[in-house]
């Protein structure tokens, strides 16, 4: 199996990319983690992204598809699967990503998209910063982090929508239930995803089954 989450920071990319890693028994890329990791060990690619990270900017393409070129080698080593978390994030890095994928024949079958609306998602980012735990956890940087989201990432929803790989979940849930429904849509698929080309897949949209069955918690609240 192999899964791209696309989501706005504080939808849970991070904890259902893990999820659906240990699932499958796949690696889980994450860049944002990766990154991190060279910041807190001071190594020279640390030191020339950690700016951009305090601040809530996209670190240079060239240097996250790098990361991305290494981890793909190693996860086709691995068996073939794997769960990428944090790119792409903008179309270029889309582009290049399935460039790169698609020459080591390991393009993603499934791109997850993580649904969730600002407020949520501000109010989630917030509460995490109480923690202190990352750097870029501050209310100024995830506001800029959101917008970035807006401008740049979310654009390439619909070009996977086109591709025909598109899976919409509701990410407004509890984490619990979220993870429930993803595995839930990636055992079903997986029988056929390399059976079915994408041109002949149709994009599955998730998100409106809450309100379908009377939940109005989330849904009716979702912007986009
Ligand atoms: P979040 O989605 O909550 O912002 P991530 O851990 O995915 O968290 O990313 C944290 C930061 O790492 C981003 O704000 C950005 O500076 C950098 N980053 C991660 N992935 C990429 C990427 N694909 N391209 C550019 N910058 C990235």
Redesign the pocket.
Known sequence: MRVLLV????AG??TQGTLIAAHFDIPHI????L??EHVARQTELGRA?QE??DR??????D??LNMVRDAFVEAKAAGGGYVL??????MA?ARATYGVARDLDLPANVALYLKADDEELLRR?LARAKLQRRS?DNEETIRR?LE??HEVTHPIVSWYGQRGILVSVDAMRPAEQVGREILTALEVLRPMVDLVPEEARRPIDLTSLAAAFGETTSTARMSD
């Open positions: 989501a706005p920071p504080g990319k991070g994450a860049t944002g983690d990154l991190r992204v951009h990270l809530g900017e996209l670190v240079p393409d240097i996250v978390d944090g790119i792409p994030r903008n890095q980012l870029d982090r970035l989201y």
